[in-house]
């Protein structure tokens, strides 16, 4: 009697661990794909933002390219300042985003693979697009961020400026880092184009830009 009670007992614990695994592993997928979906709007947030904003000022912007070896552009901006590759990046609502002695925390952890791989990727970028236009041509990486709690923005961390969408935008407007004439506008964004190939998650049109 003794052995079948804790045989019935020893049943009942382990059902309810693996219940609780289960529910666990659901929760994990459920999140993971809950800030997938948040990843994905925000690009198309940020999308709107370009199109309404620096696209009507005499920028061009390349959507959903690739930077071979090296990963997605989800939005590269020519502009009379500049050339930026805007990175757009998802988080928890609750998730803590803060700068410490110029680095990047997350939850208080540090981002060494997420911001070396944008810096990367935009150093690629320049060195692909300067091949083509044949003159040098400097890409800055800046990130959207989506979500999170920030304390202050824009901020700048590991040399990548972070803020929200409208925020970034405004940064992008009044920080140049070049003087760059309309016709010089528009050929370096003929040479991104040919640089840098069609790739990603969504593809709202570019205006002026004709995909190659």
């Known amino acids: 009697m003794c052995g079948l009670l804790v045989n019935a007992i020893f049943?009942?614990?382990?059902?309810?661990?693996?219940?609780?695994?289960?529910t666990f592993v659901h929760w994990r997928v459920h999140?993971?794909?809950?800030?997938?979906?948040?990843?994905?709007?925000?690009?198309?947030?940020m999308n709107r933002w370009?199109?309404?904003?620096?696209?009507?000022?005499?920028?061009?912007?390349?959507y959903e390219r690739v930077v071979p070896g090296h990963g997605p552009a989800d939005q590269l901006v020519v502009g009379p300042g500049g050339v930026w590759l805007v990175h757009n990046e998802a988080w928890h609502p609750d998730a803590e985003i803060s700068?410490?002695?110029?680095?990047?925390?997350?939850?208080?952890?540090?981002?060494?693979?997420?911001?070396?791989?944008?810096?990367?990727?935009?150093?690629?970028?320049?060195?692909?697009?300067?091949?083509?236009?044949?003159v040098p041509v400097k890409v800055t990486p800046v990130l959207a961020v989506h979500g999170g709690r920030l304390v202050r923005t824009p901020f700048t961390a590991d040399g990548i400026v972070f803020a929200p969408p409208p925020r970034l935008i405004r940064w992008m407007s009044r920080n140049p880092s070049a003087d760059h004439s309309p016709d010089e506008v528009e050929a370096i964004a003929r040479a991104a184009v040919r640089a840098l190939p069609i790739g990603g998650r969504l593809t709202p049109p570019a205006a002026g830009i004709t995909a190659a």
Request: charged content about 25%; glycine content about 12%.
């Open 11 to 22: 049943g009942i614990v382990m059902a309810l661990l693996i219940a609780a695994a289960d």
């Open 31 to 45: 999140h993971a794909s809950s800030v997938w979906r948040r990843g994905l709007r925000g690009e198309a947030r």
């Open 50 to 62: 370009l199109r309404h904003t620096l696209e009507r000022r005499g920028h061009r912007v390349l």
């Open 99 to 134: 700068h410490h002695g110029g680095r990047l925390f997350i939850d208080g952890r540090t981002q060494s693979k997420l911001v070396g791989g944008l810096t990367a990727r935009a150093d690629a970028a320049a060195e692909l697009i300067s091949r083509v236009a044949e």
